[in-house]
């Protein structure tokens, strides 16, 4: 069973306007999360996070939302540029079990911003 | 500033031979982790190690092995390899002396490994 989900594999978004891609969690006891991008024949690029105690956190064009009652959150680009198209991984990190603060990966979600 | 590279960047073999993934990092980060990324899987976790000779099992530890003699270097060998284990596999490092500090991990380039 998936514990970080991004049901959205792919989202297309036009130049300049707002992409929003979201993730969902199932563990009450994750308490970090980041946002990672990836382009192809690359690795992955961290891109921003945020912990559990804050529900924003922004970096330029990119703002990341908390929502811990709804075990979600939120990467938005404000405004969205073609450089921008890539996949964006959502980690989440939780110290439970054995797993001493591992980060566990969504399956990624593909933007494309057109000109 | 190197950062984190893998080598070799490409690889093909085939079934049932040894074969060594390398990953060097020039941050002396205290963490190092080894992914596999699979269609329709994201990044799974196979190994990762707190510190020179500390490693641990990820998600999918099965088939691999790691060692960590220096803190820069953390090569991944599949001792016989299995057409399952043809993916792209990521080395990352992450510095910061305690498993929750907030730090996030950097990645190398990949390594895409076809077995035939």
């Known amino acids: 069973d998936q514990q970080v989900k991004q049901n959205s594999p792919s989202l297309s978004v036009q130049e300049g306007r707002i992409s929003i891609l979201n993730c969902d969690y199932t563990n009450s006891m994750f308490d970090y999360f980041l946002w990672y991008k990836k382009y192809p024949a690359e690795g992955p690029t961290f891109l921003i996070s945020i912990s559990s105690i804050k529900d924003k956190n922004e970096d330029g064009r990119f703002t990341v939302f908390l929502n811990k009652s709804a075990k979600h959150l939120s990467l938005h680009i404000v405004p969205s540029q073609p450089g921008d198209s890539a996949v964006y991984f959502c980690?989440?990190?939780?110290?439970?079990?054995?797993?001493?603060?591992?980060?566990?990966f969504g399956k990624g979600t593909k933007l494309s911003v057109k000109p | 500033d190197a950062g984190i590279t893998q080598s070799p960047r490409y690889k093909i073999t085939e079934t049932g031979r040894q074969v060594t993934l390398m990953c060097h990092q020039t941050?002396?980060?205290?963490?190092m982790f080894w992914y596999r990324q699979d269609l329709g899987h994201g990044l799974r976790l196979i190994y990762y190690s707190a510190a020179a000779d500390i490693t641990d099992k990820g998600e999918v530890p099965d088939g691999y092995v790691v060692s960590r003699s220096k803190t820069e270097n953390f090569p991944l060998t599949l001792e016989s390899a299995t057409r399952s284990q043809t993916s792209v596999y990521f080395c990352a490092s992450r510095r910061g002396q305690g498993a929750m500090r907030n730090q996030p991990q950097h990645f190398g380039d990949g390594t895409r490994l076809s077995i035939l």
């Open positions: 941050w002396s980060h205290s963490y």
């Open positions: 980690a989440a990190r939780g110290f439970y079990g054995g797993s001493q603060g591992n980060l566990i």
